[in-house]
């Protein structure tokens, strides 16, 4: 699979997935498409099984039927090891990951192992550490980490091989909003602006407006309850409330606006400063309300 056919055309298909543990969770029949250099956010509750359909993605499990392709392979057809190479997986727990006695050898542990020679998998070590601000921490043990420290290494040892495609499950649990936006920026510089497929998993509202070009995939208990664009999920509050998902501030303030004055933004996000100005325009209402 060359990987210049993962930079262009589809890059996931979902083709009628099923998916059940011996437990008796079930994935049912999930269709759908992530192109080439989008970013798509698979959202939903607890349980609703967003790390199940990354695992599926990143062919750590396989259909029980239907088919997932990567980049147009089957991933029933080929090796976990032939995957690894067109993705990188950062898993929810990035300690869980962790096997190597070093950072250095835990970020070129995949590049060593697909065959990238040591000139190679040391330079983009080097590279990738100095983007993601972590060149300092090579030598010491990745379970020394702090859990800032710890997402970025997890990071770069999924990135460091260069892969199409790169899975984040669950990245900004744990940070608050300032760190959220920090993630973001790496986010932005270390995977997509190289023309990369990133695909995260979060029940992280927030996200919805951090990235709001992504396409969004909604889970509720393995089935799909919605499958587009943010700008259409966000006209539909109640399709998030209904998933147990709160919308962020500014969409629950522009809905309670529109109900009460008719002045919210329906259909798409509204910035801050829109709805004062919204606000202001209709002073009039909002003091006969207030009087009333
Ligand atoms: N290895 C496993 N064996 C059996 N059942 C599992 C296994 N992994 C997950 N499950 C079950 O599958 C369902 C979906 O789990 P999954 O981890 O995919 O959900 P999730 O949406 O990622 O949840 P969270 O938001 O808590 O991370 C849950 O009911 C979970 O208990
Ligand atoms: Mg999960």
């Not at 990354?54 to 039927?65: C, D, E, R, V």
């Not at 997986?89 to 990951?97: C, D, E, L, R």
């Not at 096997?99 to 835990?106: A, D, G, I, L």
């Not at 798409?268 to 709805?275: F, G, K, N, W």
């Given at each position: 699979m060359p990987r210049d056919l993962c930079r262009a055309g589809d890059a996931i298909v979902f083709n009628d997935v099923s998916f059940s543990y011996s437990n008796g969770f079930a994935l049912s029949d999930l269709s759908f498409t992530i192109r080439s250099g989008e970013l798509a956010l698979i959202m939903g509750p607890n349980g609703?099984?967003?790390?199940?359909?990354?695992?599926?993605?990143?062919?750590?499990?396989?259909?029980?039927?239907?088919?997932?392709?990567?980049?147009?392979?089957?991933?029933?057809?080929?090796k976990l090891s032939e995957v690894a190479k067109y993705?990188?997986?950062?898993?929810?727990?990035?300690?869980?990951?962790?096997?190597?006695?070093?950072?250095?050898?835990?970020?070129?542990?995949?590049?060593?192992?697909?065959?990238?020679?040591?000139?190679?998998?040391?330079?983009?070590v080097l590279e990738v550490s100095t983007w993601l601000n972590i060149a300092h921490l090579l030598q010491r043990s990745p379970h020394s980490l702090s859990e800032g420290e710890a997402r970025r290494v997890s990071i770069?040892?999924?990135?460091?091989?260069?892969p199409s495609i790169v899975l984040l499950d669950e990245p900004t649990a744990g940070l608050d909003y300032l760190n959220k936006v920090d993630y973001v920026n790496i986010v932005?510089?270390?995977?997509?602006?190289?023309?990369?497929?990133?695909?995260?998993?979060?029940?992280?509202?927030?996200?919805?407006?951090?990235?709001?070009?992504?396409?969004?995939?909604?889970?509720?208990?393995?089935?799909?309850?919605?499958?587009?664009y943010i700008r259409d999920l966000l006209s539909r509050a109640h399709l998030l409330l209904s998933n147990k998902l709160l919308p962020p501030a500014a969409i629950a303030l522009s809905t309670y606006l529109n109900e009460l004055l008719g002045i919210g933004a329906e259909g798409?996000?509204?910035?801050?400063?829109?709805?004062i100005e919204r606000t202001v325009l209709r002073k009039d209402v909002i003091g006969e309300l207030i009087c009333s």
């Open positions: 609703s099984g967003k790390t199940t359909v990354l695992k599926l993605m990143a062919g750590i499990l396989k259909p029980s039927s239907g088919d997932v392709y990567l980049c147009g392979i089957n991933t029933k057809r080929v993705v990188g997986y950062v898993p929810q727990n990035p300690w869980m990951a962790f096997f190597n006695n070093t950072v250095f050898n835990e970020i070129a542990y995949v590049a060593r192992n697909i065959g990238l020679s040591k000139e190679e998998y040391e330079a983009r770069a040892a999924a990135v460091t091989h260069d932005q510089k270390a995977v997509l602006r190289r023309g990369r497929t990133v695909v995260m998993s979060s029940h992280d509202i927030d996200l919805l407006t951090l990235f709001p070009e992504a396409k969004v995939i909604l889970l509720n208990n393995g089935r799909l309850s919605f499958n587009g798409r996000e509204p910035s801050v400063e829109e709805l």
